[in-house]
């Protein structure tokens, strides 16, 4: 009852500043209602409702390629404050997507069209961000409110559950980042490729490449790559970041093991 009743007054007093907060690129702090451990909590449920509607693809050197791609990057964000899990799904759009708790999704479809490791790196590093950022459990309050969260913490009805997930994760979803989320994401993910030894440069080449394919075929790559003069400025803008940062060696664009993946992501 105690619970309930902070909950419900947080949400009165605090949402309209939620909503009308700015962000600080270079700062992954940021008020949150969602607790690291609610967010956990909130997570692993989503995982559950997530895999029933993704296809998990099973092929355990594939899964250990992208779980090793993902704990590369994770020694370059800024905290590690949740348990991340990388795993591969089958869909051939050109995506990855990161639920609250840092439950990390990846397409064949990305897979496929990343030209090196490090362009897929790239996408990664751009999605575990939003999480190190708590982006997800932000805009969730944004857009339905802490009361609705609480209630799923606290083992609400399963069916709202499954269409949140659904409704935000699923291949219709519609969970948008703000503009400010999705550029924090892309300075985030050009420093941790960096500090990981990957270059950021990566990410350039595969949003030229994302850029170009929307244009062609929109519907194949993910909404948040979909609008083209967006996409320029953001390319320009990860240039500036990357310009800024001291030469060092990187490792190698492409591995061995790299294209042994995209040959398995072939066949699903």
């Not at 791609?69 to 370059?76: A, N, S, Y």
């Not at 051939?92 to 990390?104: C, K, L, Q, S, V």
Request: glycine share 8%; proline share 4%; aromatic share 10%.
């Amino acid at each position: 009852m105690r619970f309930l009743k902070s909950f419900i007054i947080a949400i009165l007093i605090t949402v309209p500043l939620v909503s009308g907060c700015a962000i600080n690129k270079s700062s992954v702090g940021g008020f949150n209602l969602v607790s690291v451990e609610e967010e956990k909590q909130l997570g692993d449920k989503f995982a559950v409702e997530v895999e029933k509607q993704h296809k998990v693809v099973n092929d355990p050197q594939l899964q250990s390629y992208i779980e090793g791609v993902g704990q590369k990057l994770l020694t370059g964000v800024r905290k590690v404050e949740f348990p991340y899990t990388f795993q591969v799904v089958q869909d051939e759009t050109i995506n990855a997507f990161a639920i609250p708790g840092g439950h990390t999704y990846v397409n064949t479809g990305l897979i496929k069209a990343a030209g090196s490791e490090t362009e897929l790196a790239a996408v990664i590093a751009h999605e575990i961000n939003h999480v190190v950022a708590r982006h997800s459990t932000r805009q969730m309050t944004q857009q339905y409110g802490y009361q609705l969260i609480a209630t799923l913490l606290l083992g609400g009805n399963q069916g709202e559950l499954s269409k949140l997930a659904a409704d935000m994760f699923g291949k219709a979803g519609t969970m948008y980042y703000s503009r400010e989320m999705e550029s924090q994401a892309d300075y985030l993910g050009v420093e941790t490729m960096y500090k990981a030894g990957y270059n950021p440069h990566g990410m350039v080449t595969f949003f030229q490449k994302l850029a170009a394919a929307g244009e062609k075929n929109p519907g194949s790559i993910a909404r948040f790559f979909s609008s083209h003069p967006e996409t320029v400025e953001r390319i320009k803008a990860i240039e500036g970041e990357i310009s800024k940062l001291p030469p060092k060696t990187y490792l190698p664009d492409s591995t061995t093991a790299f294209s042994q993946a995209k040959a398995k992501a072939q066949k699903y």
